[in-house]
C-alpha cells in the first residue's frame, strides 16, 4: 500500500495529540460532574418525601395554567358542533347541541 492509497486523516492531530485531548475532555467532564452533583441544591428531598411530609412533586402547572384558563373558554357546545364532521348524523347534532 503507498502513501496515495492510505486514506487521508479528517484532521491533522497526531496520536499524542488526540490522547492529550481526550484526557482533558475526559478531567473537565469528571471535574464538572463531581462539582454539580456535590454542590447543587437537589430538587426534591427523597427522605421527607418517603416519611409523606412534602407535597408531590409537579403539583402546580403555574406556566401553563393561563393557556388551560383560556382554552376552557371553548369548551361549548356550540364550538363542538363547529368541529364536527360533516358526516355526522342530525341526531348526533341535537344532542351535542343540547348538552
Do not use: C, N
Not at 486523516?9 to 497526531?14: D, I, M, T, V
Not at 418525601?49 to 361549548?76: I, K, S, Y
Request: charged share 20%; proline share 5%.
Amino acid at each position: 500500500m503507498t502513501q496515495a492509497d492510505r486514506p487521508q486523516r479528517a484532521s491533522g492531530l497526531s496520536t499524542a495529540q488526540r490522547l492529550a485531548f481526550l484526557a482533558a475532555l475526559l478531567l473537565v467532564t469528571s471535574h464538572f460532574s463531581l462539582a454539580y452533583i456535590s454542590e447543587a441544591k437537589p430538587f426534591l428531598d427523597l427522605r421527607a418525601f418517603a416519611a409523606g411530609v412534602t407535597g408531590q412533586p409537579f403539583q402546580e402547572r403555574a406556566l401553563t395554567a393561563w393557556m388551560l384558563r383560556g382554552a376552557t373558554r371553548f369548551d361549548t357546545p356550540h364550538f363542538e358542533l363547529l368541529l364536527t364532521p360533516r358526516r355526522i348524523t342530525s341526531a348526533r347534532r341535537r344532542m351535542i347541541a343540547r348538552a
